[in-house]
């Protein structure tokens, strides 16, 4: 499987971006899609999740400002971020969890907020 990520960039506080991740390969249906980022000097954490069916899961620190979407029939996922904060400043992952066949990443995405 191979996860290629666009979209990235740098935006000044309180303006928007939108990143996409463009999955191929063998992809089974029930999957989890999601955008997890990792700042410097932090773990990565997780931004959203999809699921195939369209459960979505957030982190509170993005509730409300950011929108995970995605097209089953193109294996993509997009990531909409509104409001930005300079703290939202790190390298945005895609991942795909297939469970027991497999977990994919992207090779990232950086996005920067500052004026």
């Known amino acids: 499987v191979q996860l290629v990520e666009s979209g990235g960039g740098l935006v000044q506080p309180g303006g928007s971006l939108r990143l996409s991740c463009a999955a191929s390969?063998?992809?089974?249906?029930?999957?989890?899609m999601g955008w997890y980022r990792q700042a410097p000097g932090k773990q990565r954490e997780l931004v959203a999740d999809?699921?195939?069916?369209?459960?979505?899961k957030y982190a509170d620190s993005v509730k409300g400002r950011f929108t995970i979407s995605r097209d089953n029939a193109k294996n993509t996922v997009y990531l909409q971020m509104n409001s930005l904060k300079p703290e939202d400043t790190a390298v945005y992952y895609c991942?795909?969890?297939?469970?027991?066949?497999?977990?994919?990443w992207g090779q990232g995405t950086q996005v920067t907020v500052s004026l």
């Open positions: 991942n795909l969890n297939q469970g027991w066949r497999g977990n994919a």
């Open positions: 390969g063998t992809i089974f249906s029930g999957n989890v």
């Open positions: 999809i699921t195939s069916g369209g459960v979505t």
